[in-house]
DNA sequence: CATGAATGAGAATTCATTCAT
DNA sequence: AATGAATGAATTCTCATTCAT
């Protein structure tokens, strides 16, 4: 057993570079899953792509499913940074705009890499425990929260905690839906936001 | 080949095997996805699921995702079934009450076998050549279309064929969500109710 | 596979349907090889070509290399038919007008159905005990030294059956080769002519 | 099988460790087409063979064919390099002599492991596509060619290249019966020497 | 830490053959 | 005799993961 010496000292720059090849790693899984999709989507093949060696992805990942979310981490992030902003920046905007910039903040997130996304979030349905909300799932809902709480008034009906998850559950799903039919941004948006002002300011259904 | 000594007693072949076979292996099909996941999904669990041999499994279908595809033709038939019946159901009702039965055929479908058919709409969305609209697919289009066409002078907006795309994302998304979270049918068609209605009859959304 | 099956012929078609039957399957089988080659045929695959079923394949045939075999024994019964017929054709011919003859039998014989007898021949090495001599093959060497005894006092060398045997590889190799290489006739029973010509009639080797 | 498959090297054994493997898998191959036949040929029992995994036969070698394909190679080398040294100890020799040389070292090549060779043969048939040539068999050609070249006087007719190729064709046959037949080195060369030199030698054959 | 050779359980698929109808 | 559904052992090949160097 090697005495311990000069560990900061030397771990620093150890620590830069391993930072380096986990981000080495995930942008190799992220071109193989690109390029050759679920199928083709190997360690072997992330490791060749990324030109380190097997042994490397698994000194930083436990296995591949921890790799695979990593990769849905870092998509997270990605979509949160520009939902953050589209937050901030529609401070002062009517609700239609706000919403409207929301919108747009996770068309472009997922746009970025469309194919690479969409894969992503088939895998992370088969990776996450059930119902388990992701920290990043709840930060989004709080931004949206945020958003709608401005506009309080306008809205007639009772924004809890089920309406933020339906809203976010459709543009979800509209914004999925525009890119496996290529929409174009303005389509895709226009879409999009009447379906979630539809929900927000529609009739109270009431049977 | 050795010609093995068959001790066991050979099954009771009865008029239409084969029919019978294909639901046999169908069913045993869906057990194993149901119970073990697709993780566990493998053509020999199938057959000695379905107490047959992995060779008849081959008679019928070319490969695995031939006999997934069918087990997802399988599901949308009963789908279709439903929103069929919900569609004559509807007649004469209300909008509010025709969207909630259409709706509630969508739930019963997706409940019935919540866990297999979440699965299989995985898998769906890997099998079939992107954006290939399926038969059923298209005639899920026609039967909303029906029914909102007996609702015109309620809806202001243009139901064209975008707009009935988006109502069957939209509800679809709903109840999948529903389903993942295990909602009551109750809150369940309440809230994608509002999600439909509001999408139909909301304010036009205008930037 | 197993190391050791039956081979011969499990029933003799006595009948004038049984007869047919057989005929219907040797062609499937030949037109399942050459098509799809050895990589396609099988059983199965014969028995559908043939408008039949499995079953009656196995009726009349113990094993898929049974019926090979038979397929090789057309095949060697229609070359025999042709060397006899060049036999008594070269009656009262040059020994090289006779040779020339034989070679051309072969030619034809071989030329008829190329594809299918080029992977017969190989099958033939595979299905034939080492050092068995077929019937067909003895048949030919009596043939071919019925030919050679009208020149005994041309040729100057001991035509023994070692020496037949040889003349008979040699003009097999050169047809072979010539029909793999899809030389015209006339090239391919000159070169084969002259390697058996230099046999018969070349100079006494002597080290 | 499928159509097409990758045939070439996977990886190229870079270290001394995977030298050696590939040596070990060759020569378990060997053993087990030896020992067991085409018929009990597969990857497991190669790999069983060599007391190593599957895994590591593929990682050389990407099919079971590609496999088989560099066993043959191996051999075609081996049958090389004794041509070679036979074109090379003929110097100054006969004509005769020298075509004994050669037929020797062709006798020598196949008799070392003539079960093994024997099945090569048979499988080169099946898995070179159809009359291409492989770099030994343009090698052969060339040695047989420059061999003779030293006699070019003693030879009337013209030694062009598809003389060559019969001649290869021709002892190739011989010695390949010579083996099945199991006969002596001492008759088989006599006998491949005399379809040789008739060829060469022999009557101008003019119909 | 990195490397990459090695592992080997596992999964898909085939097909000769059987046998109840 | 004919049929053809069913059988299941066998085989090919993959790939996540380990570990000696």
Redesign the pocket.
């Known amino acids: 057993m090697p005495a311990k010496r000069r560990i900061k000292a030397r771990?620093q720059p150890?620590?830069q570079?391993?930072r380096e090849?986990v981000a080495v790693i995930l942008e190799a899984a992220a071109r193989v899953l690109e390029q050759r999709g679920l199928?083709?989507?190997?360690?072997?093949?992330?490791?060749e792509r990324g030109?380190?060696?097997?042994?490397?992805?698994?000194?930083?990942?436990?296995?591949?499913?921890?790799?695979t979310l990593a990769l849905i981490a870092r998509f997270e992030d990605a979509l949160l940074a520009k939902v953050r902003d589209a937050v901030t920046a529609s401070e002062g905007k009517s609700l239609t705009a706000s919403l409207n910039l929301i919108i747009r903040a996770q068309l472009e997130a997922h746009a970025e890499r469309a194919g690479l996304n969409r894969i992503l979030e088939t895998e992370e349905d088969r990776l996450r425990p059930a119902s388990s909300d992701s920290s990043a799932a709840s930060e989004l809902k709080q931004l949206v929260a945020a958003l709608l709480a401005r506009h309080r008034r306008e809205i007639v009906m009772t924004v809890d905690d089920d309406a933020i998850e339906d809203l976010i559950v459709i543009s979800r799903a509209m914004v999925d839906h525009a890119l496996q039919k290529d929409l174009s941004q303005a389509a895709a948006s226009r879409r999009a936001l009447r379906a979630v002002e539809g929900y927000l300011l529609g009739p109270q259904a009431d049977l």
């Open positions: 771990k150890l620590q570079r391993s090849t199928e083709g989507y190997n360690t072997n093949a992330v490791a030109g380190i060696s097997v042994g490397s992805v698994y000194q930083y990942f436990p296995n591949k499913d921890a790799l």
